[in-house]
């Protein structure tokens, strides 16, 4: 797998975080935990999506 379509995975990954993440805060029984979550794997993805695009600027 190219840097370009690990970066496009990732990307896919944080968009689906994303849906995920507003539909349970959406919902009137959002478990807090679960929203803490799923906000650090989207940092963690987002994070290494900077890294592999610094990483192929150099």
Known sequence: MTV???IA???KKHGALEEE???IMASPSADDR???ALKRRKLRIKDEMQ???ASTRH
């Open 4 to 6: 370009q379509a690990h």
């Open 51 to 53: 890294r592999l695009k």
């Open 34 to 36: 679960e929203i803490a």
């Open 21 to 23: 993440l507003q539909s």
């Open 9 to 11: 995975s990732l990307e």
